[in-house]
């Protein structure tokens, strides 16, 4: 387990075994949350998964969706979440349940548990993934390096060479490489990293779409449910914040249609691809009000406040994060009191 992981481990077992979470939720649990998900899926043996943090069990998920349930929370849709914050309906707690990017295992695993709950949830559709098009940079960089025991590199003009044989080293390079990809300043800088990596390692970018997404026949099987709101995640999942304003514009609006041909149904609600400060800022949030979205989400940590419904392009949400599969963990993540001290008690932001 890396630093990092402990250090927020341990504080979320103190906030939780001293009471402390108890304590503070009526100052800093706002009126409720967004959750995040990515992947529900049984786990895997394998012992290289660097993006484990991306998957939760459907064991785990169904535990959660039941504890919500005996707690009294209402689990709602978008749209309700949006009337709520804008008629400062706050008499129950609410619970909004998001997958982002449209992974085929929603509709395998996640669905068939919200289904016996009766449980509304959204799915924020990337249209490039389902037309096959799409490029999961981050996927294709695990199977690169899951792959080979040694990679060569161009980094800053220099050749690079790295060997990774054993687990732990793949485990050190797959971080190296991810946060000096993710950080590149433009987000065609980092495709084209990872799809030169993709192309001499011969891991089919295609392909891996077609593995982990649903088709827009299998969409169309969820979109077909009241229960399931479908939202728009883009075209190609850029970093929003490093592409220019116009590109912005066309992937938000241009996936909307795409899936509003597709699926007959016009997305109201965006999320913002990656979605943390490096990837949404104040002018995505902006245009997605421009646009005329009535929510946007971004993966910027904390609970709903009623100071948001002056942010409605602008809302965080709390992830269930795989290597924190535990119902207390997320006891202490609703309470709003981790986020908040993350956040240095700052309520709603929107730059
Ligand atoms: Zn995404």
């Known amino acids: 387990m890396s630093l990092r992981q402990t250090i927020i481990r341990s504080g979320l077992e103190t906030l939780y075994f001293s009471g402390a979470h108890v304590a503070l939720r009526p100052l800093l649990g706002g009126v409720g949350a967004i959750l995040t998900l990515h992947h529900v ?3 895997r043996p394998d012992r290289f998964q660097p993006n484990h943090l991306l998957e939760v069990t459907p064991r785990f998920f169904e535990r959660v969706i039941k504890s919500l349930r005996r707690s009294g929370i209402d689990i709602v849709s978008l749209d309700e979440m949006h009337r709520r914050l804008s008629e400062g309906d706050f008499a129950r707690r609410l619970v909004c ?24 949830f959204a799915i924020y559709v990337v249209s490039s993934f389902a037309d096959r098009l799409g490029e999961l940079w981050w996927l294709a960089l695990e199977a690169v390096i899951a792959n080979n025991n040694r990679i060569g590199l161009m980094i800053a003009g220099r050749n690079r060479t790295f060997d990774c044989t054993s687990v732990a080293e793949k485990r050190a390079l797959f971080d190296e490489l991810y946060w000096y990809v993710r950080s590149r300043p433009t987000d065609a800088e980092t495709r084209a990293i990872v799809r030169d990596l993709a192309a ?25 449910d009241p229960l399931v709101t479908i939202g728009a995640h883009t075209v190609n999942h850029p970093m929003l914040a ?21 699926l007959s149904v016009k997305p109201q609600h965006l999320s913002y691809p990656v979605g943390d400060r490096s990837s949404a800022g104040a002018r995505e949030f902006r245009i997605a009000a421009d646009l005329g ?9 904390g609970v709903l406040f009623r100071e948001h419904r002056a942010h409605l392009t602008a809302l965080p949400r709390i992830s269930l994060n795989g290597e924190f599969q535990r119902l207390r963990y997320v006891r202490v993540l609703l309470s709003g009191s ?14």
């Open 41 to 43: 899926r049984p786990p």
């Open 97 to 120: 349940l998001t997958f982002d990017d449209g992974y085929r295992d929603t509709l395998q695993y996640a669905y068939p548990i919200l289904k016996a709950a009766a449980a509304p």
């Open 200 to 224: 001499c390692y011969r891991v089919d970018m295609a392909a891996l779409c077609e593995q982990h997404c649903m088709s827009w026949q299998e969409l169309a099987e969820l979109a077909a």
């Open 242 to 262: 490093k592409v220019a304003e116009d590109t912005v514009r066309s992937e938000m609006n241009l996936s909307r249609s795409v899936i509003e041909a597709a």
């Open 293 to 301: 979205f009535k929510t946007a989400v971004t993966t910027r940590p």
């Open 338 to 351: 981790a986020t908040a001290m993350w956040n240095g008690f700052r309520r709603a932001e929107a730059a």
